[in-house]
């Protein structure tokens, strides 16, 4: 048997990737770069790399951008749009397509927002060899948006030894949330840059980018979180902004849950489960079901069906003929954390490649749009507590095929388990019934450009082979 024999002697680092050329030389890297050792030779030599330039152009030049958009997010009223292309930061005016470019750096920026009030955009960027947080506002009294000419200023909000990703507003723009080092949320007032640790390490671990979303409640008191990884499961924890309480395990299904959501009171929590949909072979969600967890009884008295509900709402105080008293303000709400299992409930009636979910603004209806093969990118209108699915908006099947398409909502009455109640028509069964009635469903603002920009992103994930774009007017 022959001996082997060593034929490099580097220090420090291994060497990688090892290959062999038919002139029996090898070829290697070794820190980063390429080096050769030659067949007859019996040092090896580095590799010298020329990149040549990618332009001849001097000076400024234009660059398409459209195809290498990364991430997008709309302000509070729609008319502007921040994105992330090439690494940059860049504002759009939505009517008119006018673009400023906000940052100019060879760095990445990623995580982009707007503030509350739309006059400052909040993002990470990726200088001194670790991420940390940068706003840049509009420095210019009388500017409106981000297109009023003017001047922009960019401060540095964090400086620290890790990386911090997610930064996220909250609801009055006065505090920010983000997460650092990939597993703890923290939370920081901006006028005086004090910190507290909302979730503490150990509940999560960031393995991707993005794959820990969390969203603050309207009022600001408190975050929805994503805990977990992605190498066990996901699950939605409510987190005390003020660090002050434990975070509390919401969903503790067993089943990945993620994407989560406040109804505009923050009393209902949504979120996608995997629970109930079907399964691939490696175990992971093929479908998706929305859920919602009533943080309060009262809020799940308003919309339960009298037969679901586990105790009678209790009862309002009778009106005396005593002198009213002053009126005070409402204390603040407090989530009622027991039999949180009791008050959760699946909302979706049937399980579905989702790609958007909404609860209404009164809290008495979920808008929700799913994607299949046969049936295109259809939307649908539930109203909570009441048997039956309005669909509000559906991309035909039967115009498969043509350019030319409509949107358009459909009323389809499924009855619970499938049996028909006395005094309704026959018709009403599981089965799709006929057309009721038809129109238009108009989401304003964000809601509008993220259902948009969803579709856009990739239509052939969500369409038929044969559609486009056209169309989303109608949205």
Not at 26 to 36: A, T
Not at 233 to 238: M, P, Y
Not at 363 to 375: E, P, R
């Amino acid at each position: 048997m022959t001996k082997p024999v060593q034929l490099t002697a580097h220090q420090t680092h291994p060497v990688r990737f090892l290959s062999l050329t038919a002139q029996n030389d090898l070829v290697y890297g070794y820190d980063g770069e390429i080096w050769k050792l030659a067949h007859d030779a019996k040092e090896p030599q580095r590799v010298e790399v020329h990149i040549s330039q990618g332009s001849l152009l001097g000076g400024t030049f234009f660059a398409k951008m459209n195809e290498e958009v990364s991430e997008i997010a709309a302000n509070q009223d729609g008319s502007e749009i921040a994105v992330i292309a090439r690494g940059e930061v860049f504002v759009v005016d939505a009517a008119s397509g006018r673009t400023r470019r906000i940052t100019n750096t060879p760095q990445h920026e990623r995580n982009v927002s707007f503030r509350p009030d739309g006059k400052a955009v909040l993002y990470a960027s990726e200088r001194d060899g670790r991420y940390d947080v940068y706003e840049t506002t509009i420095d210019a009294p009388d500017a409106t948006s981000f297109q009023t000419p003017g001047a922009l200023k960019e401060t540095r909000l964090t400086n620290t030894q890790t990386d911090i990703t997610e930064p996220a507003y909250s609801p009055d723009g006065q505090r920010i949330a983000y997460l650092e080092d990939r597993t703890s949320l923290v939370v920081m007032d901006l006028a005086t840059k004090k910190t507290v640790t909302a979730m503490p390490k150990g509940l999560s671990y960031s393995y991707t980018d993005g794959d820990l979303p969390f969203v603050w409640s309207p009022d600001g008191r408190w975050l929805a979180a994503t805990i977990g990884s992605a190498i066990t499961s996901f699950n939605i924890a409510l987190v005390d902004a003020s660090g002050q309480k434990p975070p509390v395990n919401v969903t503790r299904s067993g089943f990945t849950s993620v994407g989560p959501q406040f109804s505009a009171d923050g009393k209902v929590l949504l979120y996608l489960s995997m629970r109930d949909g079907l399964q691939t072979a490696d175990s992971q969600g093929a479908e998706l079901d929305v859920y919602a967890t009533f943080l309060t009884q009262s809020a799940y008295d308003a919309v339960a069906r009298s037969s679901d509900r586990i105790a009678a709402p209790s009862a309002e105080p009778k009106k005396t003929d005593a002198k009213p008293e002053e009126k005070k303000a409402a204390p603040a709400w407090e989530p009622e954390l027991d039999d949180l299992s009791a008050r959760t409930v699946r909302l979706t009636p049937f399980s579905s490649a989702l790609q958007f979910f909404k609860l209404t603004p009164d809290g008495k209806s979920l808008v929700f749009a799913s994607a299949g093969a046969a049936t295109g990118f259809v939307g649908y209108k539930i109203s909570l507590g009441k048997p039956g699915l309005d669909a509000a908006v559906h991309q035909s099947a039967a115009r498969r095929g043509r350019r030319r398409h409509r949107w358009q909502w459909r009323e389809r009455l499924f009855p619970r388990r499938g049996r028909h109640r006395k005094g309704e028509p026959a018709h009403r069964s599981r089965r799709h019934p006929s057309l009721h009635r038809r129109g238009r469903l108009r989401l304003a603002g964000r809601d509008a450009l993220v259902l948009r920009a969803r579709l856009a992103h990739d239509p052939a994930e969500v369409l038929p082979q044969g559609h486009g774009r056209r169309g989303l007017g109608a949205v």
